[in-house]
């Protein structure tokens, strides 16, 4: 007897029967139709499938949900994968997985493919969405397999199979096409009712780059064409808010091939909105009881080796010799951190320290994933790490958890918490990780705090709480996160004396709350759409006159409006007032202040909004007034003021 969620009573297991076959019994014939797999356990299985006779429980897997959606973007990548090959069948195939909002296939194929490319592919999608093909799942020996990519000389798919230790591998096919997948899929091709073509791009085989360059084709798929449409108008914000083009419209940062890949330039107008994010994490560490650290950027060889960082992260790392001594140039800080606490000796007394560095560090990252301010290999870390005693670990994780909830909550974040494990390659005993991996889930169960589990992500040395920032587009960044650590601890034998008058060792957080200072700009350019708040905007104002008559007034309002700790510009240039308040516009800036002959008559200024609102005429005194009354609306939920970052 199988029980099937939804339905009101059991359905008796027949030897054999499918997973279509079950739900027909239980679920009503509309229903069936939304229904694209359904779940036993921990498996998913195609509708044709035969169930396990061990399944108790059937859960149907509806279209439109998250694993329905995953089976969509699937079945979909090996349609477009079949159009490929048919299109261009001198090209390879390798792997098409379904991500978030979408899929890709990566092809080895002698040429990128171009827009027009995609559109002969769409089309040729459509011929088979329309034929409406059924998916059949193929099992077989992984000889038989082997012989069917033989064939068709996919060396990429006989690759894949040499590293499988299986007897026996699932192919699927559709048509013509034949894969090489464990599924499940759709029904059909039919089901495919939303679907579109994104972008192209190149990836190495394997992220490898020492492996072939392949094009990958990006694209998406939802339930429905109402859905498909709402996501389409979000990537087109997402372009708009693209933070490599408003960098240079903005003239916050650039990137030169002179100065290396990775390594990103910051503009006086992005070099201050760093100067403006730094001064506060500086004011709200010491608020928190953290001490400013700093370490160097270079440390011997056999400290890496000590750490672990030499066998686990070495490829990551930069190297250097000095005077025939080997020197890693640092990718992280805690190293330096340890070395500051094991500098004298400690009382259980001393503990909680809290250990805080904007420190500078470097990795080694590959040229292909790159990308603008969110994936450099020179940044700036608002690293911590806090050394406690065991009974005190609940405690300062909550601490960090409670202080990424202020910040994000500053800068108008909505975001998701994931619990990430042990990964294969790891140091450690299996006792400090269970330890360390208890104490993080039970500071979030005490703070009532939803989170999944990210199996396997954890860093090499300890469990960690991912915190992943929601934006405006409602899309998901890594920035803060919280490691638990016994292992480093004991590796450089860190100690504190007991109230007893034994030795005992401390646990070590590593943590961030913005994370790297370069990617976390990256995200609030585009999460703001460069229209900084007026607390974070490197010009808070721009002051403009009508004719050159307002010239020296406004210089004057401007030196009046500086010694008040206001950020601004002024334009007197000989230009129509409409021109430069465009521009004004276009550069985002918060406030517009315009003086004429009635201005100056008035000793005061015209006051715009960026949005094109008209506050009207003001004194300068109250155009300060309104400018800090701005700054400070986001502090309000924290109790502060912006007054504390000066």
Not at 21 to 39: D, F, N, P, Q, Y
Not at 96 to 108: C, V
Not at 299 to 320: A, C, I, P, V
Not at 341 to 361: H, I, N, Q, T
Request: glycine letters at 8%; a negative charge; charged letters at 30%.
């Amino acid at each position: 007897m199988v029980k099937v969620s939804g339905a009101p009573e059991e359905i008796q297991l027949s030897t054999g029967a499918t997973c279509r076959e079950i739900l027909s019994k239980a679920l009503s014939g509309k229903k069936i139709k939304e229904m694209v797999a359904c779940r036993c356990g921990d498996r998913l299985y195609d509708l044709s499938s035969q169930v396990d006779e061990h399944c108790e429980v059937m859960d149907p897997v509806p279209l439109s949900s998250l694993e329905g959606l995953k089976v969509l973007r699937h079945s979909a990548a090996h349609i477009m994968a079949e159009a490929v090959k048919a299109l261009f069948p001198s090209a390879k195939v390798t792997i098409g997985p379904d991500i978030e909002h979408g899929f890709y296939y990566d092809f080895d194929f002698e040429r990128p493919f171009t827009p027009e490319d995609l559109e002969k592919i769409e089309a040729r999608m459509s011929e088979s969405i329309s034929k409406d093909l059924p998916f059949e799942r193929l099992v077989m020996s992984m000889d038989e397999a082997k012989k069917v990519f033989l064939k068709l000389n996919e060396t990429y798919k006989l690759e894949i199979l040499d590293e499988l230790e299986e007897d026996q591998v699932s192919l699927y096919k559709h048509g013509d096409f034949i894969d090489l997948c464990r599924g499940p899929h759709l029904p059909s091709t039919g089901y495919v009712k939303a679907c579109k073509l994104t972008s192209v791009a190149g990836a190495y085989w394997r992220g490898d780059e020492k492996r072939p360059m392949l094009q990958r084709i990006y694209g998406t798929a939802f339930a429905s064409q109402k859905d498909l449409k709402k996501h389409l108008t979000r990537l087109e914000e997402a372009r708009k808010r693209d933070h490599r083009k408003l960098g240079v419209q903005l003239d916050l940062f650039s990137f030169s091939e002179e100065a290396g890949p990775g390594m990103p330039l910051f503009h006086p107008k992005g070099a201050l909105i760093r100067t403006i994010l730094e001064d506060f994490e500086r004011k709200e560490h010491l608020r928190r009881g953290y001490h400013v650290v700093q370490g160097p950027q270079i440390l011997r060889q056999e400290l890496w080796e000590k750490s672990g960082h030499y066998d686990n992260y070495r490829e990551n790392m930069y190297f250097t010799q000095i005077d025939e001594q080997v020197y890693g140039i640092k990718p992280m800080n805690c190293l330096s951190h340890m070395l500051i606490y094991k500098s004298r000796l400690r009382s259980y007394r001393d503990l909680p320290l809290r250990y805080f560095e904007l420190g500078r560090v470097h990795r080694h990252e590959k040229s292909g994933v790159l990308h603008g301010l969110l994936r450099v290999r020179e940044f700036t870390q608002d690293d911590a790490h806090i050394l406690c005693r065991p009974d005190q670990l609940q405690q300062e994780i909550t601490g960090v958890v409670n202080f990424v909830r202020d910040v994000m909550g500053l800068f108008g974040f909505e975001y998701v918490v994931e619990v990430s494990t042990r990964p294969e390659k790891s140091i450690g005993s299996g006792d400090a990780w269970e330890k360390s991996t208890n104490a993080l889930t039970s500071a979030l169960d005490a703070l009532d705090m939803p989170y999944g589990i990210n199996p396997g992500d954890g860093a090499f040395y300890g469990p960690k709480i991912d915190i992943k920032l929601k934006d405006a587009l409602d899309r998901k960044w890594q920035c803060a996160t919280v490691q638990c650590d016994f292992t480093l601890p004991e590796r450089f034998d860190l100690t504190y004396t007991g109230e007893d008058g034994q030795k005992y060792r401390p646990v070590m957080l590593h943590r961030v709350v913005l994370g790297a200072i370069e990617r976390f700009m990256g995200v609030l350019i585009e999460h703001y759409g460069g229209a900084f708040p007026t607390w974070l905007a490197p010009v808070q104002a721009r002051l403009m006159n009508i004719t050159d008559v307002q010239s020296h007034y406004i210089h004057e309002c401007a030196d009046e409006l500086r010694q008040k700790g206001i950020r601004i510009e002024v334009d007197d240039r000989n230009e129509k007032l409409g021109y430069k308040v465009r521009e004004a516009q276009m550069e985002k800036i918060p406030y517009v202040l315009v003086a004429g002959d009635q201005e100056v008559a008035n000793s005061g200024l015209n006051v715009r909004l960026r949005g094109g609102r008209s506050l009207g005429l003001m004194s300068i005194q109250e155009v300060a007034e309104q400018i800090f009354q701005d700054m400070d609306e986001p502090f309000k939920k924290g109790g502060l003021s912006y007054r504390y970052l000066y």
